[in-house]
């Protein structure tokens, strides 16, 4: 906390630096001698702002430059607010600086849109570099606490570049800027790889970071390069300190690893599954020894072994009541784990991390592709079931966070009930009850086909293979045709191995998610699935997916903490591109692919991540 108030004081100081107007000095001689002996007996920053209340002119102006600075001093952020608005009735004040501060007190409580829009009014009027550089920072520590790198960085860029022009020292701008740029991929990196030298001299750093990440030799020889190129860069400043973070991105050195399955009882399928994922990928590995240990054992039974053991890391367990059996009573807490399902609330361990095949990913991955499409009005069909439930209340929260519309959902509680639900939803029954009193008007026969609603622009269906492959010659017929054809999409449960090597042609047209290893030709290993065929031809979905997560689980072990270190950056496996979240989970981005002329084939759709509704409005988007 002391640190953190340091930090803040010394922010703020250089705002006041930047101060050009001509003020009273905070000097006693200034005031008067009631005034100087009221103020002796304020000690706090709400007392002196009182006593400045009762004053007039240059006793007063004084009174509230000492009120903030204590208001500062105390992190009381709304009193700061406060006394500056005060402040802001003052002529003689320098008000671009007073609204820098009121900027920075309502971004520190949290009041990001009235700091965005503070900030804006002062977008004509920053005239002097000194203004514009802090203009440019809080605007961009703004977006960096909402968690929008993509915003903030251009923002930063253009503090620095000023800063660096004309010979100014921001406090915590640099830092801020090489933060955000971490959490970039390398492909958004490219992006910004243009413009001032000093903005390519950042994304080049950046960049050489994410390449050269897992070889210190590499990047040592590409950073000397680098400092060759642009000498005096800004970025320099945070050189120093990259050898501990290339201490904490090296590889893990594991040479006894201990792998947690079910391998008795009910979920020994699954097990099995997972086990022959693990196999498959210690093959390439250098790990040494590996230990299967059965989860459905006692607490007691597997602390004994891992005692005897003393592995270097773990895998699993994959229950998620193992994993709470196993974290309440600590028994994996002195090693590094990856587990293999995620948990609800948070971890116990930093070096703890939670591998899932979560269907919110691809949820999420969809949502923001028909934001990015600019889709306004989604309609979701999932079962009437606890999962189909979860995943459109998922959605429903995550789209409310970026759109004023509500989506349409549509419930069925089995494949009778599709019908009902899917022509009460596009509204047709009542375009066919309009048609029946038309005909009803007229003695000779009535050309009449139903019309559907239009405002419906995109559906998407949660359901399971079969029953999507209900759902769409439901929708084909009832949607009009005198409306633009409804895109389509689903997720990977849309999609079945053994389904689709005699039904395909039901589906044309239909946009999915779904793990690179479930499509043909899209993974770099094609010889790792030919050997899966050739040995487990006839394998169910279920067992092929978690194949794929257990051989990535070993196989993204030598880039863990590369991927922990630098949150941009990817590991391409079998079950997606997947990063490393604060909170350990491992999120994947999967593939898009399509029915089309009874084939599947792969598509590249737009993605990227949306911009906050409240953000939508500060900016004016």
Known sequence: MRLKLVSLLIILSGLSACSTTEKPTKTSENLSSATRSAQFQATDARSMYQLALNRQGADKIQLLYSARDAAIAEQRWPLLEQICTDLEQTPSVDQIQNKLYIAFAQKQQGKNTLALEMLATLNNKLTQAEHFAWHQYLTGSVYTSQALPKKAIPYFFKASETASKNNLTIPGLNQALWQNLQQLSSYALERFNRGSVVQQGWVNLALYHQVYSGTPVELDQAINNWQRRYPSHPASAVLPEKDAELLAAAPININRLVVLLPQSGANQRLGDALKAGILGALDTSEINEATFIDEMLSTAQINAKLNEIQPNFVIGPLLKVNIDKLTNEQALKNYPTLHLNAIEGERTSAQHYFFALNPEHEVQQALEHFLAQGYQKPMLLAPDTSAGQRLVDYFNVQWQRYSETTPQVGLYKDKKDMPNTITGLLEVAESKQRIKGVKALFKQEVESETRSRRDIDVIYILGDATETRLIKPYLDVNVSTFADRIPLYASSK????????TDKGDLDGLYFTELPWMLNGQIANQSLRQQYNSLWPEQVDISQRLF???????????????????????????TGQLSIASDGQINRQLNWAQYKDKQIKPVQLKTQAPVPLFMQVASGE
């Open 494 to 501: 849309s999609h079945s191995k053994q389904i689709d090597r």
């Open 548 to 574: 794929a997560m257990a051989y990535d689980s070993v196989a993204l072990l030598d880039d863990l903490n590369q991927l922990r270190v630098f949150p941009g950056k990817q590991y391409s496996g079998l």
